[in-house]
Structure formats: structure tokens, C-alpha cells
């Protein structure tokens, strides 16, 4: 894609932009020039007349490649702080989609940026008759966003008392300690039997207060993002012309 953007494009420009990129990853799945377009939109200014269009193109963009979440996530959270208006209803349908599809295939990296994306956007979660595959679901990310969105009301459907029966004897060099240690250390689980603060691994970590899963931690602001994005290329083309220099002249 040999496209340049800037905070000039906006309008039938952006848009014209945005329909070549979701075009080009349909021909070149492999390559992604989607998530490149959606870096350069990323290190541009989005536009108040420009907001509702771009949550359209990046839902679309989603269903073409929803490998592309993680970007997806920083421009919507990032619209929102910024004052954007944001089409709940739309984003909400979509990310819903992408949970229940997701927890069906076990794809859980998808799963969980989408509810990581909802809780920044604060947007309900509503699974039906998928939200009971939550029970039995061994991803401790995916858990702990799911309590962390029920203790704001967010996701009625959480099946709390289903995991507190399953990590009221939790072994330590199992795949359920993290949601234990986190879920009790946040409030958002009983500790039923008071196994879990007494666990020989887990007690340290109660003592000192360990952080693994941080409540308050989001996305990086776009200016951020594209300042570390560029910090990384400077020093990746510094490393190139000095490899090249050293062999040739060395």
C-alpha cells in the first residue's frame, strides 16, 4: 500500500482510504496491509465528522481480519477519550459477535481483546446461552476481565459462584491460581474454604499485595503509541545502517 496519511486526510479521502485497505487485505490476507493502514490512521488526527464513519470501518475491519483487535481497541478507546461520539449499539453487536464466535473456537486472544474493549468503552455484555462455556474457560485473562466488568455492572451473566466452587481448592501449580489470587486479592471472588489466602505459594503475595492483573490499566494514548512506534523504527534503521556499515567497511 503505498499510501501516505496524514491529520490533512479526512472526508472522501479517508474513506477512499480506508475501502482500498479492506479491498487489499481481501486479495493479500497473508501480507496484512490492513493492520499497516490501520497504524498510519492511528498516527493520525481523526476528524468530529469523520468519528461514526471510522467505528463503521473498523468493525468491518474486524470481521475481515479480527486479528487486528488489539489496534481496533486503541482507536475506539482512545475516539472515546478523546470526547468522540461513539456508536454503542454498533460496536456493542459486533464485539458480542466476536466474544460468542470466539469462546465457541477457543480463540481466546480475540475474546479477550474484545472484552477488554468493551470494558474501556463501558459498553453491557450479553452472551445468552454461550455465557455458560465462561464456567468452564481456563484462560485466566479472560476470566478476570469478566469479573472486572461485573463489578461494574457490565456483565450480569459472570458466572461468579461457578468459579468460586472451582478455585476453593486450588492447587498452586494449577492453571486456576492466577484467578484465584486475583479475583480474591480484588474482591471479586469469596475465598469459600480461606484456602486461597493460606496457600503456602499464594500467601507472600497476598502479604506484599502483588499486582498481577491491574484494574486500571488501558491502552496507550494514540500519541504514545506512535511515539514508541516510531522510537522502535529509528532504532531498528540505526540497527540496519550499522550492520551494513561494520560489514562492509570493518
Known amino acids: 500500500m503505498a499510501a501516505r496519511i496524514g491529520p490533512e486526510l479526512s472526508g472522501i479521502a479517508l474513506q477512499n482510504f480506508c475501502e482500498v485497505a479492506l479491498d487489499l487485505q481481501k486479495q493479500n490476507p497473508v501480507d496484512r ?4 493502514a490501520l497504524s498510519l490512521i492511528q498516527g493520525s488526527e481523526i476528524k468530529v465528522p469523520d468519528a ?8 468491518r475491519a474486524l470481521m475481515v481480519d479480527p486479528r487486528n483487535i488489539d489496534l481496533v481497541s486503541a482507536l475506539l478507546i ?27 473456537r477457543g480463540e481466546h486472544y480475540e ?5 477488554f474493549l468493551m470494558k474501556g468503552l463501558a459498553l453491557p455484555l450479553q452472551l445468552g446461552a454461550q455465557a455458560a462455556l465462561l464456567a468452564k474457560i481456563e484462560c485466566p485473562a479472560i476470566c478476570l476481565l469478566i469479573l472486572d466488568m461485573a463489578s461494574r455492572g457490565l456483565a450480569p451473566e459472570a458466572p461468579i459462584r461457578d468459579w468460586e466452587r472451582r478455585v476453593k481448592a486450588v492447587s498452586a501449580d494449577g492453571p486456576d491460581w492466577l484467578l484465584a489470587y486475583e479475583g480474591v486479592r480484588h474482591g471479586w471472588l469469596a475465598d469459600i474454604t480461606g484456602a ?6 499464594l500467601k507472600p503475595f497476598f502479604d506484599r499485595n502483588i499486582v498481577f492483573y491491574d484494574d486500571k490499566r488501558n491502552v496507550p494514548t494514540t500519541k504514545k503509541a ?7 523504527s529509528k532504532r531498528l534503521t540505526t540497527a540496519m545502517l550499522w550492520r551494513i556499515i ?3 567497511y570493518i
Open 33 to 36: 496491509p490492513l493492520r499497516y
Open 52 to 59: 461514526l464513519y471510522l467505528q463503521s470501518f473498523l468493525m
Open 78 to 104: 482512545n475516539m472515546r477519550h478523546e470526547g468522540r461520539t461513539i456508536h454503542e449499539s454498533l460496536i456493542t453487536k459486533r464485539l458480542t459477535s466476536i466474544i460468542k464466535g470466539g469462546l465457541e
Open 111 to 115: 475474546v479477550a481483546w474484545a472484552i
Open 196 to 201: 486461597i489466602r493460606a496457600d503456602p505459594m
Open 226 to 232: 506512535v511515539r514508541t512506534r516510531r522510537a522502535r
Open 246 to 248: 561494520t560489514s562492509k
